[in-house]
């Protein structure tokens, strides 16, 4: 009576989350990708074309994409990785071919890619070309604090060394590292002019010598931006695309170019890095996925979409819509102007691209950069 | 006329005079004790503050202004990941304080020392670390994945939930239950009511207060967890720690989720206060009569 | 109560058996071997792991977690215990009310609290350009401002557990102390505290056990610089590194079963737990 009253209450009660999960798979995409990293009026476009559901999960690192898709523990229908995990993804088997007859969108001739995305594009290993669709690239640099008297003029005559060697700049010049191992790493052997991939022992010994020597202190990720946007730290090591993302909202909330307290200084070697569409093996929805890809290879889209997002659109006719701007818009204007500067359409560009490194070496890294953080 | 003899002091009587020292003392930790529950309500404070801030930046306060709270719905996936988290937090409670009602009345029937060992297992879920309770969850979960595929997202997230929340509400019912009169149920059975009529009737109204205790603290746990959601939570279902996780510290983290975290302080606090109110009116009318 | 009951614990032990206990030994063997994630295709068992245990930086984490979690520990309790003791002492009708407001905080997500007192760390924030100060209140990458951090945060589990413990002491028994001719300050130590030991011991478990193995505080208020062994085990779990991940989390589980049994000797039934 009770007991029986009570029960199928209980059942009711959690069989709904399992209807729920399985009901709505008809018209639903999954996407995993970055934080900020996509236009959400843009989304919202296409869901009411589409008549879909898109759900944008967040993830913060390539690794832990990587470790998401691995333990298949959700069956995304995109991914948005970085290079080197494309590759890495791919020699996994994690990935299924990109059909490139759905993507109408997709013409070489009349859409092409810009010229620097197509230097890095071709550094990747031939095999992949199949299985990503690019969708923003860039580089890294030195976002550094306007505030700090000297610290540009250090920054364009030592570069890297400026960053690493806390004589050579202004004093209580506060600094922050990326915290991602394989990143801080990277930075090192740039300094040092050499291989950013080449991750032999003695690298990893001279990359902790001179990490404990810059003597960093802050290691974080999008805070970094965030702390110099607000003076509380003077310098980083970011991608060009997040201090532009810093730059659009001020720009939006009035402030003059000019007068933007923070600016960003890009070394000659420096890491450059493509992110890219994949569509992982386990998929669900794989012609929406297609449409999506697509979505975002019409030019208008990607123009809206770099709107929000700092890092350089792929698409070169996007990339003349910005910069030819002719009008009296005062952020339009502040925005051809950005990209000129920092995105120059050259085919010298000069980037490295990361190569996909092993779990046991990316545990060496892992562990030396909390030697360093701990000071042993 | 009788002389009025005068007060001998305690210090005449060999005591030592504490009354000076027993006013400061007094004073002191009436000041201290504001000034910690202040340093604990910091936090709150700021997020107030910055839940009006025109500005999104964290450094300057702009000007006043309500639109965050305006805007809280409108950012699609600040609003999906509220609607999940009070979704899965008032189905893990609910669920949470019916099973563990009837769990509680199972482990009380049995012997003293089989109750402790029992007892002794159901704090593991309490005491363990958040990062490893998220972790061995999300592996058990995974060796399921074969069978159910998509078992990641609204239901693993739920079982998580209750996985954490039953041993509060079992903590709460227990000493509840060792309080009422253990001749309650045997009274009823006697008068020829069935066990489970009896339970609902006889021994349920006594222990509401610890049914009402633990399903306040389970409601506490789950709404705010954030680390063991993390691990067991899959696609697409994120609540909304884990969107604060995901975009604390980038432009996205608008202050909008602020605006959230004050109201639901301010609901919490005005219930609390009506509730004790209505109590106290309750009891006021039972004595007028 | 009835016998018939015990069917329904039944279904629990099961629960808990399966969720709680099962993981135990899939972590321990995980802890034994190298393998990718979860896939235990081109596993093999080996010792490598234990090599870790030797490295700096895990043996600093451990130690700075358990530093840490005893500094935390300690300063909740001496300010957890007076505000629980002032609260039973006073004479306000509804100390429940009280309770609550204690409470009402850990209401509000955690790491929006977190975020908000690191902003107030940092040296230029809200409050600082309000009241136009200059100076440097800048603590946040150290180490007080994490254990500032973990105090607020974990002192009122302490508040609670010390309250309901003085509630349950006898009245007549402070009085008797009374009448025996001991003073205020006496009857204290000699009566009220051993009594609310049980309490006292609860309290410091529910605060040390989160301050030792919480991973969002010391990262945030600690720049990323300091590493407790939560930040490390959750590193590990990202950079799919299961095996690494296992090993400490069976060390932990270690000092929380050490836990449990402190807790299960003071306290038979978890009374105080709450």
């Known amino acids: 009576m009770l007991n029986a009253k009570r029960f199928l209450l209980l059942l009711i009660l959690l069989l709904i989350p399992l209807v729920l999960s399985g009901c709505g798979q008809k018209n639903q995409l999954l996407i995993l990708n970055w934080g900020e990293y996509i236009n959400e009026d843009a989304v919202a476009l296409f869901e009411d074309m589409y008549d879909v559901q898109v759900t944008v999960s967040i993830a913060d690192s390539n690794e832990l994409f990587y470790s998401k898709l691995k333990s298949g523990t959700t069956a995304y229908d995109l991914i948005l990785p970085s290079d080197y995990m494309i590759e890495k993804m791919y020699l996994k088997g994690l990935l299924q071919e990109i059909d490139y007859t759905k993507l109408s969108n997709y013409d070489p001739l009349n859409n092409g890619y810009l010229q620097g995305l197509t230097s890095i594009m071709d550094s990747m290993m031939p095999e992949t070309q199949n299985y990503y669709v690019p969708y923003f690239w860039g580089t890294f640099g030195l976002m550094y604090n306007k505030k700090v008297d000297g610290l540009k003029e250090a920054l364009e005559t030592y570069q890297w060394d400026a960053y690493f060697n806390p004589s050579l700049r202004p004093n209580s010049t506060r600094t922050g590292m990326y915290d991602t191992p394989q990143y801080a790493f990277a930075t090192v052997m740039l300094y040092q002019n050499l291989d950013p991939n080449d991750t032999s022992e003695e690298n990893i010994e001279l990359a902790s010598q001179i990490l404990k020597d810059a003597n960093f202190s802050v290691w974080a990720d999008d805070q970094l931006k965030k702390s110099i946007a607000a003076n509380n730290l003077d310098l980083a090591f970011v991608w060009t695309g997040d201090f532009l993302d810093m730059l659009y909202v001020d720009l939006g909330d009035g402030i003059a170019y000019e007068e933007v307290n923070y600016d960003i200084f890009v070394p000659d070697r420096t890491v450059a890095f493509v992110d890219a569409f994949v569509i992982p093996h386990n998929a669900r929805h794989v012609d929406l996925a297609h449409e999506f890809i697509n979505f975002f290879l019409d030019p208008e889209i990607a123009y809206m979409n770099a709107s929000v997002v700092g890092y350089a659109t792929p698409l070169q006719s996007s990339y003349d819509m910005i910069v030819n701007y002719v009008g009296d818009d005062q952020w339009l204007n502040d925005w051809a102007r950005a990209y000129l500067e920092y995105y120059e359409d050259t085919p010298d560009f000069q980037g490295n691209p990361l190569q996909s490194l092993d779990q046991a070496v990316v545990s060496q890294l892992t562990l030396m950069v909390n030697n360093v953080k701990t000071g042993g | 006329m009788t002389k009025t003899y005068p007060r001998a002091t305690l210090k005449e009587y060999g005591y030592k005079d504490y009354s000076v020292l027993k006013k400061i003392y007094k004073v002191f930790s009436i000041v201290a004790v504001i000034l910690i529950v202040i340093g604990l309500y910091l936090s709150i404070i700021m997020l107030a503050i910055q839940s009006v801030n025109s500005s999104s930046s964290v450094t300057s306060f702009n000007s006043f202004t309500l639109k965050w709270y305006a805007e809280m719905f409108s950012v699609r996936s600040l609003k999906t990941a509220i609607q999940n988290t009070i979704v899965t937090s008032i189905i893990a409670t609910i669920l949470a304080t019916m099973l563990g009602t009837l769990i509680a009345v199972g482990i009380y029937s049995f012997e003293k020392k089989k109750r402790q ?173 | 109560m009835n016998k018939g009951f015990k069917i329904f614990a039944k279904p629990y032990i099961v629960w808990l058996a399966l969720l709680a206990i099962l993981p135990m030994f899939v972590m321990l063997i995980l802890a034994f071997m190298y393998s990718e994630g979860l896939s235990f295709e081109e596993a093999y068992f080996t010792f490598f792991q234990f090599q870790m245990l030797g490295e700096y930086s895990i043996l600093t984490a451990f130690f700075n977690s358990f530093l840490y979690a005893t500094i935390t520990t300690v300063i909740s309790l001496v300010l957890g215990y007076f505000v629980a003791y002032n609260v039973h002492k006073s004479k306000f009708k509804n100390k429940f009310l009280i309770l609550t407001i204690l409470i009402l905080p850990m209401w509000s997500n955690l790491l929006l609290r977190i975020e908000a007192l690191g902003n107030l760390m940092e040296p230029n924030n809200i409050i600082t350009q309000w009241l136009n100060i200059n100076g440097d209140l800048s603590i946040k990458g150290t180490m007080p401002a994490v254990i500032i951090g973990l105090v607020l945060t974990y002192m ?60 969002a505080i010391p990262e945030f208020l600690g720049s990323g610089n300091i590493l407790l062994i939560g930040n490390v085990i959750e590193a590990a779990f990202r950079n799919m590194d299961y095996n690494l991940g296992s090993l400490l989390s069976v060390i932990l589980l270690f000092v929380i079963l050490g836990a449990l049994i402190i807790v299960s000797k003071v306290d038979k039934e978890g009374e105080t737990l709450l």
Do not use: C
């Open chain 3, 156 to 215: 009122p589990f302490m508040i609670l557990s010390v309250y309901t413990a003085l509630e349950k002491i006898d009245y007549s028994l402070e009085e008797a102390a009374l009448d025996l001719g001991l003073t205020p300050m006496q009857k204290f130590w000699k009566v009220i505290f051993p009594l609310s030991l049980k309490g006292v011991a609860t309290g410091s478990i529910l605060v040390f056990l989160p301050s030792m193995s919480g991973f």
């Open chain 2, 117 to 289: 060992a029992i007892m002794l297992f159901n704090n593991i879920p309490l005491l363990n670390a958040d990062i490893v309770t998220g972790i061995s969850l999300m592996l058990v979960f995974s060796m399921l994945l074969p069978i159910f595929p998509y078992i990641f997202g609204p239901t693993t997230l739920i079982m998580a939930h209750l996985f954490f929340t039953l041993p509060y509400v079992i903590l709460s019912v227990i000493p509840k239950l060792k309080e009422t009169d253990p001749n309650l149920m045997d009274a009823a059975l006697d008068l020829g009511v069935r066990p489970f009529k009896a339970l609902r009737k006889v021994i349920v109204p006594a222990i509401t207060a610890g049914i009402f205790s633990g399903m306040l603290l389970a409601f506490t746990m789950s709404i705010d967890d954030f680390v063991i959601s993390y691990y067991t939570t899959g696609n697409g279902f994120d609540n909304l720690s884990i969107w604060i996780y995901g975009s604390m510290g980038r432009k996205s983290l608008t202050p909008s989720v602020y605006a959230f975290s004050t109201i639901l302080t301010l609901v919490t606090m005005l219930t609390m206060v009506g509730y004790q109110w209505f109590q106290r009116k309750g009891r006021k009318v039972h004595v007028k009569r």
